[in-house]
């Protein structure tokens, strides 16, 4: 799960608009001596190819699908972007593996999209009725795929969530046999364009200040697609995909006591976007030609800006842009 969390962004540097990192500070990628990440002995997604189903929940923009689509098929394409990619991120998360020793999987296919633009379950959700959106995905289009199945439901800027701003950004779980038929892993990840950008679509939207708190709002970044509550969606759904990856269940992956409040392999990372992140600093990036910010890229020239996960190997937060 993404918590709510409002990183101030301090510039310290210019960034050029060629290609080359913005660089802040250096060697906060975090610290190895307060993670305490282990295996709890559950399943991982390790099925040789991953069936993906989105579930689009309200009325969506076709443009703003296909950021979110072609990002989806970044993650496996079998001609990766030029490096960084998508795919080279999505390496470290393939890092974990089961008992068995099997690694998560290599291959996410997207299988079915569902379009629920009649918001059959109403404008307001809660965690507990979005598995009712899924049956009803199931029952009208998509199969029920409890073999290698994957969920994805995203939700319009107009739809409601509870704690959607307040505590979350997106979420996992999987599903009752009771309610949908069977159990399946999903996420939820909302569109924050119209209610709280400044929290769950950050850098891209920055929080306004108090009064009289002495904060100073910084240049906002541009995002790489020009869409703000897509672009912060596409980082918000990358770092769910990793969890739900390796923590299904809720009792694969993670830090900490508590199964219902894990400390996951994203939340590890949260904030941290290239070397040097951490401590209210993304870290080193890049900045294109129309000074669009980006750390990797995806297929049919895509660029986006997602997390860093922590690297199992390195014991350390890690993406392929980083700088060592």
């Excluded at 505590?167 to 709280?196: D, E, L, M």
């Excluded at 951490?278 to 910010?293: F, L």
Aim: charged share 15%.
């Amino acid at each position: 799960m993404i918590p709510l969390i409002i990183f101030f962004f301090f510039l310290s540097h210019s960034l050029t608009s060629n290609g080359q990192f913005f660089d802040e500070s250096k060697n906060y990628e975090g610290s190895s001596d307060l993670v305490d990440l282990q295996y709890h002995l559950g399943p991982v997604i390790t099925s040789p190819v991953t069936s993906l189903y989105i579930i689009w929940y309200g009325r969506w923009n076709p443009t703003h699908q296909s950021i979110i689509r072609d990002f989806i098929c970044s993650i496996s394409s079998p001609t990766p972007a030029q490096y960084p990619s998508v795919s080279n991120w999505w390496k470290t998360v393939r890092l974990y593996r089961d008992q068995t020793g099997s690694n998560i999987t290599d291959t996410l296919v997207l299988s079915g999209e569902f379009h629920d633009s009649t918001y059959s379950h109403g404008s307001h959700l809660t965690r507990f009725s979005v598995q009712s959106v899924i049956r009803t995905a199931v029952t009208s289009k998509l199969p029920l795929n409890a073999v290698n199945g994957l969920y994805l439901v995203l939700t319009s800027d107009d739809v409601e969530m509870q704690e959607f701003c307040r505590a979350i950004c997106g979420f996992h779980y999987f599903t009752c046999p009771s309610i949908v038929g069977a159990t399946v892993p999903y996420a939820w990840v909302g569109n924050s364009r119209k209610q709280c950008p400044e929290m769950c679509a950050y850098p891209f939207a920055q929080p306004k200040p108090f009064p009289g708190s002495g904060f100073v709002a910084r240049e906002k970044m541009k995002p790489p697609n020009g869409e703000v509550g897509i672009d912060g969606m596409i980082s918000v759904i990358a770092h769910e995909l990793a969890e739900v990856s390796s923590n299904p269940m809720l009792n694969g992956w993670y830090g900490g006591e508590d199964a219902t409040a894990p400390t996951e392999i994203a939340d590890l990372c949260l904030g941290v976007y290239g070397s040097g992140g951490g401590g209210g600093y993304m870290g080193s990036v890049y900045k294109d030609r129309w000074r669009n910010v980006y750390n990797v890229k995806g297929v049919k020239g895509r660029k986006y800006l997602i997390q860093w996960v922590w690297d199992l190997n390195r014991n350390r937060c890690f993406g392929p842009n980083a700088m060592n």
